[in-house]
């Protein structure tokens, strides 16, 4: 995999510039962090603290599977950007303000923003890429404007564009991102700006 490094960030100098930890990994995941770069803050998704055997192969394979697919989505607005690789095991991300769906929050899903929410995930479709993990809420964001950000493809599937697996065994999977969507909406608009998120009756 060729590495490229985002300035002023080096495995030396990562935990100096580390702002806060996001997520914890556990024993097959990174560690999400949030760092200061040179050029601003950045997210890395870092394998280094799971142990060798871990970090060596499958955080390895990961970080791979990941670039791939970001790679493909580059110029997507609801993926943040690669930005590049602090080394093998870490992978250093744009940072997207914003705030995670939940139910604690019905009012950040409105109609539009489910309309958006769909369009944006048959976008990655149509660049070849099935997320895998949309049944997650914590992997579908809201940023600062109210518009949908995907992140988190480390069990995304790319596909070649035009050969025998986008034509056979993407739909099926490209629908099965498609349902996880239902268990986000829809919602009602109430007063004062508020919503209430309601069953389908279908």
Do not use: Y
Request: contains cysteine.
């Amino acid at each position: 995999m060729h590495v490229t490094t985002v300035q002023g960030l080096t495995r030396a100098n990562l935990a100096q510039r580390t702002v806060v930890k996001l997520r914890s990994g556990g024993w097959e995941s990174p560690d999400v962090l949030l760092v200061d770069s040179d050029d601003g803050p950045v997210v890395v998704k870092d394998f280094s603290p799971r142990n060798a055997l871990v970090a060596g192969s499958f955080g390895r394979w990961l970080i791979r599977r990941e670039r791939r697919a970001l790679e493909a989505l580059r110029g997507h607005p609801a993926v943040p950007r690669l930005l590049g690789s602090i080394d093998r095991l870490a992978l250093v991300l744009e940072h997207r303000g914003g705030v995670r769906f939940t139910r604690r929050r019905p009012w950040t899903f409105t109609p539009e923003f489910d309309q958006r929410l769909r369009a944006a995930v048959i976008g990655l479709h149509e660049r070849g890429v099935v997320h895998m993990d949309l049944r997650h809420r914590s992997n579908v964001r809201a940023d600062l404007h109210g518009r949908p950000v995907l992140i988190d493809f480390d069990s995304a599937m790319t596909f070649r564009l035009g050969g025998w697996a986008a034509r056979w065994v993407m739909p099926r999977l490209a629908a099965f991102d498609l349902s996880c969507l239902r268990k986000f909406g829809p919602v009602e608009t109430g007063s004062a700006g508020t919503g209430r998120q309601t069953r389908s009756a279908a």
